[in-house]
């Protein structure tokens, strides 16, 4: 019992540590996600900035040949009155570097020194490539720069002049390291609430597992009545307590089940041997002579017969029902079998003066049935039809082959059973209370116990109408399929005729 709630909080703390891996799994997607985004968009953010100063840096700056014997220099043309044309030249003066084809350095902002001259080599490479070279720079104080390199084609045509521009990227880079801190610190925090949200929702889920399982620790013997209720959500869960409420349901059935049998035993034991007890005892004290004891034994005996009877009826019975018994199909024409039955019973039918007559419905009706069951069967119908037909009545059996079943019918026009009564007739040691017949013929109210038990076996239905006055007609109907699964409890049923 006490392992009940580590198994449930092992359940708990894996959904929770696998919910909580997950989540930290797709924290760190996204996260890592959005910063490439954002890093990509920073960076295509400043090369933009770099073309559009470039697009100003043509329209401002000219290398021209003045006088024109190879005296290149570079000249800006803007109107320095204008507010708009001074700032956009103030921009892309910010950090700009000018060398001449040799890779001198012409001209170049405060801002370009601390980033360190560019070296021949790289002016040379840029010069002789036709399409802007993009690099970064860092200056001394480790601020990164973004470097546009490419030249101007002087007035006349015949020279190139080296050009590069820079922006920092140092606003760029304060973003990104203030989005990481936030990053770091908001995924831990974010963690916690997961597996705070995690924990209390697997709990609150597995909440009814626990309460099925209390329930199911209360449960015994005497508080099977226990029903779980459900939630009303249609969930897995509901599908659970209602899958524990039916087998709780099937639990007290066969419980009661047990008791009734037991209670009835004893209550059917215990008045022959109250009787026979009763007789030995008198016998003792009054007997006089070998006679009177020969008279109190034999009288007891019979008593005694009717003790074992039900023994080995329950026997039986409980062999039967607890599948210890199985039957013993085997291959046989089941209208031979029960016309012989019928031809046996003729003597005790006409004893109690009633008419007993078989119909063969069907030239052959061969299936796989047990013999000896089937002949119990038959037997118990027709006891009980001559034992409640009065003299001058009818009994009628009839056989009927019908595709894949047979139809076993038992009619009489006896006494029949009132309605209130007719219900219970299959219960154990139910025998209807005012049946009025004489006590020794008193039966044990096993027999229909048994027809019940035997149709069921063979995965057949049983069905008894009967009326006050009316007769009673038990119908029968067996599958001829060997393999036919035992039917259900509702397989039997009776109706008021
Ligand atoms: P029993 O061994 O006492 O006959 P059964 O289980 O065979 O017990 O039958 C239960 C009760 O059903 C009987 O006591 C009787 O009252 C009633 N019953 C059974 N068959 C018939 C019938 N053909 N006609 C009238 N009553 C019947």
């Not at 470039?54 to 570079?74: F, G, K, S, V």
């Not at 639990?251 to 035993?265: G, H, I, K, Y």
């Not at 059917?268 to 030995?280: D, F, M, S, Y």
């Not at 119990?376 to 059996?397: D, E, H, Q, Y």
Request: hydrophobic share 40%.
């Amino acid at each position: 019992m006490k392992l009940r709630r580590p198994i449930l909080r092992g359940i708990r703390f894996t959904l929770t540590a696998v919910y909580t891996g997950l989540f930290t799994l797709m924290l760190l997607g996204v996260s890592l996600l959005f910063r490439q985004t954002l890093a990509s968009n920073l960076e295509a953010q400043a090369r933009d900035d770099l073309e559009q100063n470039w697009a100003i840096l043509n329209a401002y700056l000219r290398i021209e040949n003045d006088p024109p014997q190879r005296n290149y220099h570079p000249v800006w043309f803007f109107d320095i009155e204008d507010p708009e044309e001074s700032s956009a030249a103030a921009r892309v003066k910010n950090a700009y570097y000018i060398a001449d084809p040799s890779g001198n350095r012409v001209e170049g902002s405060k801002v370009w020194d601390g980033l360190g001259s560019d070296p021949p080599a790289e002016v040379r490479r840029v010069l002789s490539s036709n399409q802007a070279q993009w690099r970064e720079k860092k200056d001394a104080s480790g601020v990164p720069y973004l470097i546009r390199g490419s030249y101007i084609v002087s007035e006349d045509k015949r020279v190139r002049y080296y050009v590069a521009i820079g922006t920092s990227r140092a606003e760029s880079e304060r973003l990104l390291s203030r989005f990481n801190l936030l990053s770091i610190g908001l995924i831990p925090f974010a963690l916690l609430i997961g597996i705070a949200t995690g924990w209390v929702f697997t709990g609150r889920a597995l909440g009814p597992v626990l309460d099925i399982a209390r329930a199911a620790q209360r449960i015994s013997g005497s508080n099977l009545s226990l029903r779980l209720p459900s939630h009303g959500t249609g969930d897995e869960l509901d599908y659970l307590i209602e899958t524990f409420n039916q087998m709780i349901q099937r639990l007290e059935a066969n419980f009661n089940q047990v008791r009734q049998f037991s209670t009835d035993v004893s209550h059917e034991l215990r008045t022959p041997i109250t009787v026979v007890r009763g007789q030995l005892e008198v016998a003792l004290m009054t007997a006089r002579n070998e006679e009177d004891f020969r008279e109190a034994i034999v009288t007891s005996l019979s008593d005694i017969e009717r003790l074992s009877q039900i023994v080995r009826a329950l026997l039986l019975l409980s062999q039967a029902e607890t599948g210890q018994r199985v039957l013993q199909k085997q291959r046989l024409n089941l209208c031979d079998l029960i016309e012989n039955l019928v031809d046996q019973f003729q003597i005790p039918a006409e004893g109690a003066d009633v008419y007993l007559r078989f119909e063969r419905k069907s030239p052959s009706c061969e299936g796989d049935f047990d013999p000896i069951q089937i002949e119990r069967m038959v037997s118990n119908l027709l006891t009980n039809a001559v034992k409640f037909t009065p003299a001058g009545g009818k009994i009628v059996v009839s056989v009927e082959g019908l595709g894949d079943k047979v139809e076993i019918v038992v009619r009489d026009t006896g006494q029949g059973i009132a309605p209130q009564y007719l219900p219970h007739i299959f219960d154990r040691f139910y025998r209807v209370p005012e049946s009025g017949t004489p006590s020794p013929e008193k039966g044990l109210g096993l027999g229909l116990s048994f027809v019940a038990w035997i149709v069921r076996a063979h995965g057949g239905t049983l069905d008894a109408v009967s009326g006050l006055g009316k007769g009673t007609t038990f119908t029968i109907r067996l599958p001829l399929d060997p393999s036919a699964p035992t039917s259900p409890d509702d397989a039997v049923t009776t109706r008021v005729a």
